[in-house]
């Protein structure tokens, strides 16, 4: 049975093949709403679009209407080389519509620019049973996608990641350490402190001093930084405060068990102060030493450390700049996007080689 976006695949009138223009496909992935976790329209597009490319096609089931697609040719589910993105986008939905060389909408970058420009790119160097293709769900909020990717129980040797790089190799990504920190005091007049305990009075001490730890450095991505993003507590001037937290972000550059220490080493054994671990996410380190390439060092987390199959080497590339990505204005150049489908074709070639 044919899937609901079916209908939508652009054939070419003169063999009636689906349509491998890049400019084409980017416009119909953009055109397909899919603010996690409403995937299912972009996931059916492309399980149509592969299977009439000839591919295997996997739906890879993660909650009720929403999956993963993974696509490959040939009798085995493993390949060398693997080339993934990921089809969810953030709100709100920005309609398609072009500027001169310039290409807007939700996605537009971020990263329907890499779907596009992957599958053109396989394309043109034709069906290869060792390369395959992952479109994941969820990246934007908690990688959900990549995380159950983990299941498939396939095999790859090198992994071509794609995200916008401005067509250079991320050099690596700081990973996360959050958490967050709750003081319980006791409220009384401000005019008889003794009767009450300060929720201020134990949390500014706690912050200052993690504000003061010189957090573990990298050469490659630079210093790890605590941002203490969101900090609230007590009522009025007059009264003693019986409550007070902080959101607490280190994006990290380096050694993510020694942050840990540091980060308890403060918090831990303070009396009426509870501490939340939220999320962990260790940095990572790429491999961006293919010739003809320039590099960049990216400040944004991807997918990457999500998929734990362990492969050899490990690429960040694709068309676009994170600058504009997220925002109202989010755009690609049409010249990228053929750039784009040239760069994975060059580190296809290259990753077969390793
Ligand atoms: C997919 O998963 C959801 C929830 O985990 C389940 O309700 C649904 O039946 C599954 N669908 C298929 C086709 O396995
Ligand atoms: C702190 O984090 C925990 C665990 O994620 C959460 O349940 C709690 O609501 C958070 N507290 C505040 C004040 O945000």
């Known amino acids: 049975m044919l899937g609901v976006a079916s209908a939508q695949v652009i054939f070419n009138p003169q063999n009636n093949a689906p349509s491998t223009d890049i400019i084409d496909l980017h416009r119909q992935l953009v055109e397909i709403e899919s603010i996690a976790p409403n995937e299912a329209g972009v996931a059916d597009y492309l399980y149509d679009l592969l299977k009439a490319k000839g591919y295997t096609v996997e739906r890879q089931n993660i909650s009720k209407g929403r999956y993963n697609i993974y696509a490959y040719t040939g009798k085995s589910r493993?390949?060398?080389?693997?080339?993934t993105s990921h089809i969810d986008t953030v709100p709100p939905y920005i309609p398609y519509s072009?500027?001169?060389s310039k290409i807007f909408g939700r996605g537009s970058a971020d990263a329907k620019a890499s779907v596009a420009a992957q599958i053109v790119a396989v394309d043109q160097l034709g069906l290869n049973e060792d390369v395959a293709l992952l479109y994941v769900v969820g990246e934007e909020v908690d990688g959900v996608g990549m995380e159950t990717a983990n299941k498939l129980g396939c095999k790859w040797d090198v992994g071509i990641f794609g995200e916008p790089t401005e067509l250079k190799l991320g050099v690596g990504h700081k990973g996360n350490y959050m958490f967050n920190l709750t003081a319980y005091g006791k409220a009384s007049h401000s005019g008889y402190p003794e009767l009450g305990r300060s929720a201020a009075e134990?949390?500014?001490p706690v912050l200052n001093k993690l504000m003061q730890i010189e957090y573990p450095k990298?050469?490659?991505?630079?210093?790890?930084?605590l941002n203490v993003g969101k900090f609230e507590g007590g009522v009025a001037a007059n009264v003693i405060p019986a409550l007070a937290s902080a959101d607490c972000f280190i994006r990290v550059a380096a050694?993510?068990?020694k942050i840990d220490k540091l980060v308890r080493s403060v918090v831990e054994g303070v009396d009426h102060l509870e501490f939340n671990l939220q999320a962990t996410i260790p940095p990572v380190t790429l491999d961006y030493d293919v010739p003809g390439f320039d590099?960049?060092?990216l400040a944004y987390a991807t997918d990457v450390p999500r998929l734990r199959v362990p492969l050899k080497k490990r690429v960040l590339y694709g068309p676009g700049s994170i600058h504009v990505a997220h925002g109202d204005n989010e755009n690609v150049e049409e010249s990228d996007?053929?750039?784009a489908v040239e760069g994975y074709k060059r580190l296809i070639a290259w990753g077969l080689k390793q």
């Open 78 to 83: 493993d390949a060398k080389v693997l080339v």
């Open 98 to 100: 072009r500027q001169g």
């Open 202 to 204: 134990i949390l500014i």
């Open 218 to 225: 990298s050469d490659l991505l630079g210093p790890s930084t």
């Open 255 to 257: 050694d993510i068990e």
């Open 295 to 297: 590099s960049i060092v």
């Open 337 to 339: 996007l053929f750039d």
